[in-house]
């Protein structure tokens, strides 16, 4: 009797997980018919917000329904992320997450999702490149002078970062763990107070985003010492990166933008979204007219490998908060 109900329930199984693929797979095939939400985790603004609004409005026409980009900024960008991870798995919402979703969780912030089981990526759809960047007035130009400069100063040089556990911070700390440099962090309430402070000299130097740098690059008055990516940026072409420059090998800190959707979401919907996202960013035009402008490189990648950066991301920085006891506000 008990073999007769094993294989009664074995058969159940079988069926119900026989209906469970094929009603996703005609939801798949219906999709999209109303609107999809494209959540973002910051206010309006911002790179992620205006990548957001660019994707949107490229992805409407072929798909056939309107993007609508809903801006749920709070608790370093947490309340957009649990949003997305509980919406039902269907391809209606969709989310702008960046280098936070696992910087968050690496500095042992306390969230109510998981950053890697939660969500099901989509795209790795671009970067926005950090540079190592001091005053004009400090009396370095390479990051071997800068790393010399800050062994024989008299006392911690400061640095201005937008927030505990900020990827200015963890980029930061990961060049001091690598160097022996003596630094202190001096946090700010986001990214505008930076630039302020290190024009004024109140800090002494930040690694931060190049596009909002580029100005004052210009102007004179801020020297940018080396990209803190994994490659050079085309928006300072003759500025190493600090691995080729240190040379130290391994340093990388990609401060990226990804799409991503709620877990159990079909793969033909993240498929069809991936393809649609990865030709928008991938277009000449648009990489010339709409990306390189405001800073942003341009990636276009498949799930998996967004999946793989998330992974090694969250294991880098969590190392690297551990062995900096950096601990959430």
């Given amino acids: 009797m008990s073999i007769v109900r094993t294989w009664v329930a074995f058969a159940l199984g079988s069926v119900l997980a026989l209906f469970a693929a094929e009603t996703?797979?005609?939801?798949a095939g219906t999709w999209p018919s109303r609107p999809i939400r494209f959540v973002v985790p910051l206010p309006p603004g911002g790179s992620p917000d205006y990548l957001s609004r660019l994707l949107a409005e490229r992805m409407q026409a072929p798909l056939g329904q309107p993007f609508v980009v809903e801006n749920k900024p709070g608790a370093a960008g947490n309340i957009a992320r649990e949003f997305v991870a509980r919406a039902p798995a269907d391809g209606y919402t969709i989310l702008m997450s960046e280098s936070a979703h696992v910087m968050t969780a690496a500095v042992g912030a306390k969230i109510p999702y998981d950053p890697i089981k939660d969500f099901e990526p989509i795209s790795l759809a671009a970067t926005i490149p950090f540079?190592?960047?001091?005053?004009?007035?400090?009396?370095?130009r390479t990051l071997k002078e800068f790393l010399d400069y800050a062994k024989a100063a008299p006392?911690?040089?400061t640095y201005g970062t937008a927030g505990v556990g900020a990827p200015h911070h963890l980029a930061v700390e990961l060049l001091r763990s690598m160097t022996?440099?003596?630094?202190?962090?001096?946090?700010?309430?986001?990214?505008?107070?930076?630039i302020p402070a290190l024009l004024s000299g109140e800090i002494d130097f930040t690694i931060a985003a190049v596009n909002s740098l580029v100005p004052h690059f210009k102007s004179g008055k801020l020297r940018p010492i080396a990209v803190a990516s994994a490659s050079r940026t085309a928006l300072l072409p003759d500025v190493p990166t600090i691995a080729e420059a240190g040379p130290l090998p391994g340093y990388a800190v990609d401060v990226w933008l990804g799409v991503m959707a709620p877990a159990g979401t079909p793969r033909p919907i993240i498929d069809r979204l991936n393809g649609e996202i990865n030709r928008i960013v991938r277009d000449p035009q648009v990489v010339k007219e709409r990306l390189t402008p405001v800073g942003l490189e341009p990636v276009g990648s498949t799930p998996e490998r967004l999946l793989e950066v998330m992974k090694a991301e969250l294991v880098m920085y969590t190392k690297v908060a551990r062995d900096a006891g950096i601990r959430p506000e």
């Fill in 131 to 140: 540079a190592l960047t001091v005053n004009a007035n400090m009396p370095v």
């Fill in 155 to 157: 006392r911690a040089l």
């Fill in 24 to 27: 996703a797979a005609q939801g």
């Fill in 180 to 194: 022996g440099i003596k630094v202190v962090h001096v946090p700010y309430k986001g990214s505008a107070g930076i």
